[in-house]
């Protein structure tokens, strides 16, 4: 028996410097690094893996972006994947979640054919940049595989053939049965991702990482990019920043000031 | 327009329901608003509907038995069912992944998000943590759109007619998972964060007494709500988490102590409308965006703040 996992990445902005949008309206990824909630999916593959070394886990990063995307499959390597497919096609570009969402699936596919199938598909909750979170969805749709999205804990069913798992909704904790083959999102709440150690940024060099094209997937570059997208932005404008209001040092008596202001604001 | 509503599994309306039902109501401008509840007892539901000239509430004979392939398998009979060219709902994760499923079925365009909707479906949303609004406009004959809670200003119900409930019955094929177990969250008596007219929030520098910003949330009649530092450390429920991976709020009053304002943090409540912040560091984040900023030591203000708050009460 073996399980193959395949853990979509994403390249975008650090959220900790300026994000901005370029003059084409995409955002600007010059200053890029793996999106922060593809670590959680990653680091819950390697515990499944390591939960079960019967299981023969394989797993796999997949990427599609342009060539600076890279960046996001060499840190999955280093994090503990096996290998990694990058999609880079210039008819990508400006393409909406159905279209990126439709190479992933071919790459998923592709992934299967060179590896025997594919078990699992695990992603994060959401991208950090664009944070819709319908590619989880879009891609069970597209390969007609189980959908749970937003598990907050991860564990390997009793038959090792599937997953439990729990979720959060507006008002209860589920708990969740799926069989494979199925696509799962993780949230930031299902573990600590683990920091690479030297070890393994070498040991990432040796791993095998190919680069692919649109041809290579039988995907019809016309179904994809800024052309075919079906939703398309019109403007994007910076928000003016909120104005800083009064800051006060206490100097033994703020506590009774912020009382006063919350009465003065008619906030009580 | 004809525009479908998607409630999610809603037997009673929530605030976050009422927005998108009253921004159907504007857009669809004389063509038909239809909604859907996945939940099967839909009596109730239908009277609450009475105010928003609501043509039909369409509603599964049986809860669904897997996990979004049913689920999404009606909202596409409602589709047919209501002829819509737009489909609106609250941006949750139940209604989000129905949308983005029969997004990819019928090559349809999906915005999520939406902090407004108009005629033509040009929708505005906020992206990148605020940073940014864009205007986004479906290229496509058919469009899914979540809009964002405390965006759109829930109107009054106007107490029209209750719609008549239309049963839909549906199979669906294919892999799914089952839910095998439910814990409904034990109900709290303060306000619901989300829709809360005042929020406090604890972070890390709150420490072990988190009961500090319980009492003087109960002193405001507030919600409770956390920093992810503060959930990470065990004394907030996850669900209290405010920010990018927890919830959006945008009270009247944001009142946070020992929260630093980091940009994921920020996400989660910069539109609230005053918001005031305790932070014993002078440079802290926080103070960029609060309209009042407290440098000091949030275990000597608070305790005063209560107390001086209990002393106006009298
Ligand atoms: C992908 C991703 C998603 C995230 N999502 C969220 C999210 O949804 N919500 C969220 O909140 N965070 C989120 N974070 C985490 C975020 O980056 C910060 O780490 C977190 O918000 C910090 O919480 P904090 O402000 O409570 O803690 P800190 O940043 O540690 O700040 C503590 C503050 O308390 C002050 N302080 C300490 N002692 C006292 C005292 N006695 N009196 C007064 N002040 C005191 C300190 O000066 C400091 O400013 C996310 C991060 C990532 C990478």
């Not at chain 1, 600076?68 to 096609?89: E, Y």
């Not at chain 2, 004809?2 to 669809?28: F, I, Y």
């Not at chain 2, 909202?75 to 002829?83: F, N, P, Q, R």
Request: hydrophobic share 45%; net charge negative; glycine share 8%.
């Amino acid at each position: 028996m073996s399980v193959n996992i395949v853990v979509p990445v994403k390249y975008v902005p650090d959220a900790q410097k300026q994000r901005t949008f370029r003059e084409d309206l995409t955002v600007d990824r010059s200053d890029a690094i793996l999106s922060e909630l593809d670590e959680y999916p990653l680091e819950a593959a390697l515990a499944l893996r390591e939960a079960a070394p019967e299981a023969e886990v394989t797993i796999v990063a997949v990427t599609v972006g342009p060539a600076a995307a890279s960046g996001a499959v060499k840190k999955a390597l280093q994090m503990g994947a096996d290998a990694a497919f990058h999609v880079d096609d210039a008819a990508l570009a400006g393409s909406d979640a159905l279209g990126t969402s439709a190479a992933l699936a071919a790459a998923i596919q592709h992934v299967g054919e060179e590896h025997g199938g594919v078990d699992l598909v695990l992603t994060g909750m959401a991208s950090t940049d664009g944070e819709m979170s319908v590619v989880p969805p879009m891609l069970a749709e597209r390969l007609d595989f189980a959908l749970v999205t937003r598990a907050g804990t991860v564990e390997w069913g009793e038959e090792r053939n599937g997953l439990a798992l729990t979720r959060a909704t507006a008002d209860a904790t589920q708990t969740v049965a799926v069989a494979f083959p199925a696509v799962v999102s993780v949230t930031d709440q299902a573990n600590e991702p683990r920091y690479p150690n030297f070890k393994a940024i070498m040991a990432a060099k040796k791993k095998p990482s190919a680069v692919l094209t649109l041809a290579d997937l039988g995907v019809d570059a016309s179904t994809v990019g800024r052309d075919a997208a079906a939703a398309s932005v019109q403007s994007a404008t910076p928000r003016p920043p909120r104005a800083a209001g009064v800051k006060i040092q206490d100097e033994g008596e703020a506590g009774i000031q912020l009382a006063a202001y919350l009465a003065e604001q008619r906030l009580l | 327009m004809n525009v479908l509503v998607d409630l999610g599994h809603t037997t009673a309306l929530r605030s976050p329901d009422r927005e998108v039902l009253t921004l159907a109501r504007t857009v669809a401008a004389g063509g038909t608003v239809s909604v859907l509840t996945h939940a099967p007892d839909a009596a109730g539901l239908a009277e609450e509907l009475g105010g928003f000239d609501v043509a039909v509430l369409l509603a599964p004979q049986d809860a669904a038995p897997d996990l979004s392939l049913t689920d999404t398998a009606l909202l596409d009979a409602a589709l047919a069912e209501s002829g819509a060219t737009l489909v609106l709902g609250p941006n949750a994760a139940e209604v989000t992944d129905c949308f983005a499923r029969l997004a990819v079925r019928h090559s349809a365009a999906i915005i999520t998000d939406a902090v407004g909707v108009d005629a033509d479906r040009t929708v505005t949303k906020s992206v990148l943590a605020g940073g940014y609004t864009t205007t986004v406009e479906p290229t496509t004959e058919l469009a899914f759109v979540t809009v964002a809670p405390n965006a759109v200003a829930a109107g009054e119900a106007q107490g029209g007619q209750a719609p008549d409930v239309k049963p839909l019955a549906v199979s669906a094929s294919g892999a799914a998972a089952t839910v095998t177990g439910t814990q409904v969250a034990p109900a709290s008596s303060r306000p619901k964060l989300t829709e809360a007219r005042v929020v406090v929030v604890g972070g890390r520098g709150v420490g072990e007494n988190f009961s500090l910003v319980e009492e003087l949330a109960d002193e405001l009649g507030a919600a409770v709500g956390a920093s992810r530092a503060a959930v990470d450390a065990g004394w907030a429920e996850h669900s209290a988490q405010v920010g990018q991976t927890g919830v959006t709020v945008s009270p009247q009053l944001y009142l946070c102590a020992g929260v630093s304002g980091a940009i994921q943090h920020r996400a989660g409540m910069q539109t609230s409308q005053t918001i005031v912040a305790v932070n014993k560091d002078e440079n802290a984040q926080i103070f960029d965006i609060a309209d009042y900023g407290v440098v000091g030591d949030l275990n000597k203000v608070l305790p005063q703040l209560i107390e001086a708050l209990r002393e106006r009460k009298g």
